[in-house]
Structure formats: C-alpha cells, structure tokens
C-alpha cells in the first residue's frame, strides 16, 4: 500500500487487519462500481480528516473506520463520481426505498413524489460547478447507513420545503388560521425576583446531561409521544417516562435551593416558581432568534463541496 | 408532577446552537453509531435545535425496531391476559370432563351384565371390579383439581337430583320421553356429574343391599333420574336456550352448568371470545422485512419487529416468504433457506456448472416452495424448480 497522510487508511490498515480484510474484500467491488483502491483510499482519508480529532489515537481511528459502512459509501461515492454500474445498482437498491421514504414523510402522494424527485435531481447532480458534476451523494461519508442518510437528506429537504412555504402564506391564510390578530402577549415590569427564578432556572437546566435536555425539549416542546423519543434513543418507553419524572423533580428541587441560597424563603421560592411564565419577561427577540440566525444547514454545501474536492 | 412554567420557558429560549450537524452525523446519530464524544456534541445541538430534532424525528424509519421480546407472548395486554386465564379454565373443564367420560364408560359397559340377574355370581364378581373402579381415587383426584366450592355443588346437585328422581318417579314413565329428547345426544357434563353422584348412591347401596337385581332397577332409575336432572338444567336456562342449540356451546355450556359454579363468572359468550382470541393469537402468521442494516426481521403484529439470527456478518437485500419456507439473500451471493418458518437454516449456494454466484442478490421471488427465482446486482437471473437444489442462470 503506498504511503498516506497523517489519518490515512494505510496507518488504519497497519493497526486494523480487520479493515484491511475488509479493503480487500471491497476491491472487486469498488472495481466492478469503477472506483479505484487508491481513489477510495483517498476518500477515507479525506473522511478521517473531517471527523477525527487532531491527535487521534489508534484506537480512535480504528474503531472510526471499523465504523464505516465502506460497502455503500463506495457505491456512494461511485455513484457521484458518475460511473454507470454503480447507478444501475443504486437505482435497484434504493430508488424504490426513495419513493416509499417519501410518501413516509411527506404523507400526501404527490408531494411526495416531488419531494423524491428533487432529491433524486440532487443526488445525480444536475448542476455543474468548474465543469464538474455535483451530487449530493459526495458527502455521504458512510458514518450511517445509506438508507437512513436518504431518509435525513429527505427529510431536511422536507422541513426546508415546509418553511420556504410558510413564508410565503398570504396575510388572508394567517388571518384565517388567527395568527394575524392573536392577543398580544401581555409586556409586564420583570420583577425583582424572576430574575433570580430565571437564572436559577438556567443553572439548573445547564447542569443537566445533554441527554436530559433532549427529552425534556422533545416532549414538552415538541410534543413528542415518549414511544417517539424512546425509539430515537433506543431505549424503553418506560425509560423516558421515569426519566421525565425525574427530571421534573430533580429540575423543581435544583431551582427551590438556588433561589433559597440567594436570599428567598422557603415559601418565596415556592411562590415564584408556581408564577406563571407568561407573567416573566421573556425576550422574544432572542427566542426567534434561535429559529432564524444559523443558517439552516449551512454546512451542506461546504461538505459537498468537499465531496467533490 | 409537570415541569415547572419557566423551565419550559427558558429551554425554549435556549442559545444560538450554532451550525447545525450534517445527515451524516444525523444519521450516525439515529442509527447509535457515533462515538460518545460526537454523540454528545449532536445531542447538545439537538437539545437545542427544534429544526434539527424535527429533522431526526422524521428520518426516524418506519417500521419499530425490534424488540428483545415479543407482546404477543407478554400477555401485557388485558385481552390476552384474560384469555390465558379463559384458556386455563377450560383447559381445566375439559381435562376434568375427559376423565368422568372415561369412568362413565367403564360404567356403562359394566351396567348391561348387571342388568341381567340370569347369573348373580358373575354379576357379583362385576360388583367387585366395579366398586374397586368407583372407589374414591378418580373422584379424589378431581376434587384435589377442582376447589373446595366445585365439591360442595356437586354435593348439592346429587341432592338435587335425588329430589327429581322422586318426581320422576311420581310423574311416571310417559314424561321420561319428551324429557329424554330434550336431551343433546353427547352425553353432557351435567349428566356425567350426576351419572357419578349416582354411582356413589349405587357403590352405597351395594354395599349394604348386595343384591344384583335391585342394583338394576336402580340403575335404571338413576338413569332416568340423570336425564331429567339434565333437561332441568337446560330448562333452567332460558335466555340461553339458542345458545345451547348451537353445537360449539355445548361444551361450554355444560361445563359452566354441570360441573362447576366456580366456572359461572366466565360466561359462555365469554369462553367464545377468548377462545377466538386465542384461534387469532395461534393463527398469526409472521410477516417478514429487512431492515435498513440487511438484518432479517419478523413480525406477528406489524408493529414490533424481531431480529432473526440467520447467518454472522450477512448483509440481506432479499427475502420471500411462502408459508413456513423462508428464502433470504443478499450480499455476495448469500442465500439462505427455512422451511421450518425461521427456526432453522441452511445455506444454499446456488451454482451453474461449477460456477458459484457471487453477486449480490437483490430479488428473490418464489411461487412455491420449490420454484423460485433470483435477481442479482449484476442483472443475472438464477431460478430453481426444486427448492434450490440446481440452479439454472439466465443474463
């Protein structure tokens, strides 16, 4: 195998016999699909560059490219490069798979099939950039599955579809759905004390594991089933139920002694707590902010980008 | 207990999560393959992020992972709770039925030679072999089966009978006949219960009469007595009474009368029920599915999926299901065969004079257990009109 950079595959290949069986198990395939071993050996290191640390250890860097589904990401990034054979054995393999994951999620036939049809659009590449073909397929990475990357690209397509539209519902639509002339939201002088609730309130929810957060913002923001969040975590239903149980006390008992700590009563920190949020000064500004200053999947093009690099 | 007002208002006024992680790290994440550190990082995004939660919320695939086991077996729900006790039940009816048939038969068998007194040293010696047969052990072990209730309403319905055989005999023989009609012809468990109290009341009276020729007139008159105790059960329930013509009742029916009122609370009706439920519950067929890793799944509901070990590090693209026979296949030309519904499997490897398929396959078809056909990634057709046995390939 020829020399390779710092977070080459030849380096991977020396630690991981087992990725290098499995190299050479995929090279009649990335043969048949027209992807030379040394073009994908390119690709795997371009990938570890993007995903691991500076410094990785070996460890680290087996276990990332163990992880890899090289199989579809060869066919992936075939695919992109434009070889014939691969597209034959993407359409067979997953342009049904496309169309069904669509009708999923768009529910409604019709937007679904164009839904897929965009994607599918994006996927071989109708764009040109430097005289080079751009398929979305360069930047599979192979981290998931393929399939379950086709699900994420169509479901960010979908929910960028969804909020391009919702810019464009006329005045009358918004004024029939009552958003137009929806009661003000009441502007009161914070008081004092809710600024100590609030800050102990972000004290608490900062301590918590990331994890936490995730439920709590999934079901109570998002109204989420707890079967929802409890197949996205792969855990129990029952899991996520004790988990928000706990949760919802752990919360109420972290903020009742930081606010007992700055100075409130037992009785004060119990009152403030019951106030309603509604009766708080909340900076909306700041909260739509959260929606509209990062730019919605800004990176993409980058990756893809890299992709073709 | 709910969460505080304001902590779902400060949540929801979260910071800036900054950019947001591509399909990639989305999927890796949905699909529990990212490391700790990189998992951790896209949760804190996602904890922040509704855009990208709705994001791994609809590329959330379809079908429910699988499970470690089964609902259908963890009786969890109520109806199939409630039949498994309906099912005991019965189960327990038509043990306890079987086994007075059999000592009814005995019975039966033994009366014809008693009736007869030409010779009262046989029928002495039939008394014998008959009273070592109504000996207490079988009845023993039913009443150690059933409970203590069940015993007392026999006892009350030999009482019972013992009264309607003084009727009978007051009404005389012209009403045995419209009474006997009424009777279905399988002999019911009311009559066979009865049948046995008698056999009790006819070991007593042998044993302090001794004489076969009275033992006959009794025996006579205990049947009669058995017949009409049993169309009085049958009158006795008249809203039942279409229930009862219908011949799936019987059973039921007569269990729920004859043998016990410890078996009153679950109805007639009732035992239909989760005796459907269980016809349902038995009659499941599996339905069959790939998930997106090539990892074979079965379902009996639709709704949860099991993983079914086939083969280590196979990657399936394929699989059909005709009955209990299973065919799966995917990566380099893996094919595998059940034809026990996924308990067993056996590799087959398809070949065309010598030469193995090494494609993937990516259709397979089967009419029948044994024609069959493959489609692979190199557009070759493979089929098969003797379950796999040879192969012919077609480009």
Known sequence: MPAMAQNGVQSVGVISPELESRMAELQAKTQEYGLGREQFVAILNEIGAKYLPPQPSERERGEFFASLRLEELALARACAAGHERAWEIFMVRYREKLYDI??????????????????????????????????????YTGRGSLEGWLRTVLAQEYVNRYRKQRRLVSLDEESE????????EPELAPAAHDLRVAAATDEALAALPAEDRFVLASYYLDHRTLAEIARTLRVH????????????????KQILATLRRKGMSRRQAEEALQMDVRDLHVDIRTCLAQETSAKPFSDKKAEAQAGEG | MGVPKIVLGRLRRASNPGNHPGPDLLTAFAEQALAKRERLHVLEHLAQCSECREIVSLARPEI?????????????????????????VVGAVVTTRHLAQKNVETRVTAKAPFSDTKDASQGVDLK??????????????QDSVLSHGLAKQRKEAAANSRALAVNAEKAGTAKKEPLAAAVPAAPSPALLSKAMDQERQKKITYDSLGSAARTSDEAVMNETVATSASAEVADARPGKAKDAKDPRMKAPMAASSGIGGA??????????????????AVDLTPRWNLSSEGILQRSFDGRTWQAVPVADNAIFRAVSAVGPEIWVGGNGGSLYHSSDSGQHWTQVKPAVNGSPLTADIVGIEFADAQHGKLTTSNRETWTTSDAGQSWTREK
């Open chain 2, 64 to 88: 429910a992972e699988p499970q470690t086991s089964l609902k259908l077996f963890s009786l969890r729900s109520p109806i199939l709770r409630w039949s498994a006790v309906a099912a005991c």
């Open chain 2, 263 to 280: 078996v009153a609370p679950v109805t007639a009706n009732q035992m239909i029920e989760s005796r459907a439920e269980l016809n349902r």
């Open chain 2, 128 to 141: 014998t072999d008959l009273t070592a047969k109504l000996q207490p052990q079988p009845l023993a072990k």
């Open chain 1, 237 to 252: 239903e029952s899991t996520i139920s004790r988990r928000l149980d706990k949760l919802a006390k752990t919360l109420r």
């Open chain 1, 102 to 139: 669509a009708a999923y999620i768009a529910k409604e036939s019709s937007a679904a099939r164009e839904l897929a049809d965009s994607i599918y659009a994006d996927l071989y590449g109708t764009g040109t950039r430097e005289g080079k073909r751009i398929s979305k397929l360069a930047s």
């Open chain 1, 177 to 184: 759905a009552g958003v137009q002339f929806a009661a003000a």
